[in-house]
Each structure stands twice: as C-alpha cells, then as structure tokens.
C-alpha cells in the first residue's frame, strides 16, 4: 500500500517548511510556496518522494493550473494542510494601509479557499480525506491593532466550521491549529522586513518554535479513523492570551 499524499501550502518558511521536514517520513508530500528557490531546496531535505508546485495562493487560475497539472500518480491527495498565511502591518483602523488589507484577506481567506476548492472535490469523491487549517489565537481573540488579521483568522475559524459541517457527509475529517507566539518569519514580515522590531517580538520569555507545531500536524494526522481533532490551541507556557505574555526582566 502507497504512503499517503499530502499538500502543504506555505511550505517554504515556518510552519510550513517544518511540517514537512517532519511529515516526510511517512508521507508523499507536494510542497507548494511561491519561492521558487526555497522549494528546490527544501525537496534536497526531504526524506521521501516529493512533488514541488510553485504558484501564489492568492491567483486563483495560477492554484487552480497548478493542481490540475499534477501528475496521475499524485492526483489522490490525502491530506490537505492550508499553512500559507501571512500578517502585514500593526496599525490602528484608521491609520491601516488598505494594500495590507487586501494582502491579509486575499492570502488568509481568499487562497485558503482557492486551494480547497481545488482540491476538496478530489476527497469527497473518495469519501475520504482530511484538512488542516492553520489558523491563530487571532481566529479565537481580538487584539489591539489586530483589526484585520484578526478578521481574516477569525474568517478561518468560520470557514473551518463550516466545512466540517458540509463535509461531514462524506467522511473528511477538518481540522484548525491555532497557534499562540510562534518564533519565525512572521512578526518580520510583518513588520516589512525590520529585524529588530521583530526580534523584541519574542524577547524574555520562550515562544513556539515552528516544530513544535509541526509536531501537533503530525499528533492531529495520526489519531485513529474515528477520531478527529477538531480545534486545537496551542500555546507557549509563558502566554495566557493574545494579550498576556509572561516576559522575564532581564
């Protein structure tokens, strides 16, 4: 019996990346990001047969082209893991650049959509499958200058629901991660590339790391047949909150 196939979005950095340095011990993984040159690489890493798709979650003929083109062989995709998201900008709503907006909501909501309209159709045919939609604290909470971002993960949350509901007919399991402060590309993009503005992000106190979410994908994956996580929070021991972190003096 073949391993199974899993797609992960956002593959080059983070989450992603490290999800699928992990999963590719039991899995046939198709690693999807925009850089080009971090998936070539990061398919030199892995440890099983791999399919590299390059393409922009927020083009919706581009995701599409891309699923489509999919080899026979790689067409069964088990697993779906909705990882590319990204935050732009830390401002009040009134002072917000509106590009950031449309960034936010066409990557977090628009391309998570894209990529699971594309490949759902695929597992409800089969009456089988499983998606996991990388989600935040920001999905469950609200914080200031958060506004959008929080609006966009808030819309996961939404979508995660109600895709569990319409595809509990055909057996699918869905599934949102949530994470708290995670140490990695993020608050630099975020913050248009200001390393120390990101830097202080994670200062005095011991965030995630992308494993250790990765680890929680791989738990999630695993569990029997008749079990599903269906939404799972996963913080560092110093947050409370989106708005309580525990940071030592130095």
């Known amino acids: 019996m073949s391993q199974p196939i899993a797609l992960i979005t956002g593959a080059t950095s983070g989450i992603g990346k490290a999800t699928a340095?992990?999963?590719?011990k039991n899995y046939r993984l198709i690693i999807c990001g925009r850089r080009e040159g971090r998936l070539e690489q990061l398919q030199k890493e892995l440890a099983n047969e791999s399919i590299m798709l390059?393409?922009?979650?927020?083009?919706?003929?581009a995701v599409f082209d891309?699923?489509?083109?999919?080899?026979?062989?790689?067409?069964?995709?088990?697993?779906?893991?909705?990882?590319?998201?990204?935050?732009h900008g830390m401002d009040a709503i009134h002072e917000g650049?509106?590009?950031?907006?449309d960034a936010m909501m066409d990557i977090n909501v628009k391309g998570l959509?894209?990529?699971?309209?594309?490949?759902?159709?695929?597992?409800?045919?089969?009456?089988k499958g499983h998606i996991v939609n990388i989600s935040s604290i920001a999905g469950l909470e609200v914080y200031p200058k958060g506004n959008v971002y929080c609006a966009s993960k808030h819309a996961v949350d939404a979508l995660t629901k109600g895709m569990r509901m319409d595809l509990n007919e055909h057996g699918i399991k869905v599934t949102s991660i949530d994470p708290g402060l995670v140490?990695?590309?993020?608050?630099?993009?975020?913050?248009k590339g200001d390393k120390n503005k990101a830097e202080k992000v994670y200062q005095n106190y011991?965030?995630?790391?992308?494993?250790d979410v990765a680890e929680t994908i791989e738990f999630v994956l695993n569990r029997p047949?008749?079990?599903?996580?269906?939404?799972?929070?996963?913080?560092?021991?110093?947050?409370?909150?989106?708005?309580?972190?525990?940071?030592?003096?130095?």
């Open 206 to 211: 011991t965030p995630l790391t992308a494993h």
């Open 97 to 101: 650049n509106v590009d950031d907006w």
């Open 183 to 191: 140490e990695t590309e993020f608050s630099e993009v975020r913050f």
């Open 54 to 61: 390059s393409f922009d979650v927020r083009d919706k003929k």
């Open 225 to 250: 047949a008749h079990v599903m996580i269906g939404d799972l929070l996963i913080l560092p021991t110093d947050q409370a909150s989106s708005t309580i972190v525990n940071k030592k003096s130095q």
């Open 66 to 87: 891309a699923i489509q083109s999919l080899p026979e062989a790689w067409q069964k995709i088990d697993i779906l893991i909705n990882n590319a998201g990204n935050a």
């Open 113 to 127: 959509l894209y990529v699971s309209k594309a490949i759902l159709p695929g597992m409800t045919d089969r009456k």
């Open 21 to 24: 340095r992990l999963l590719s």
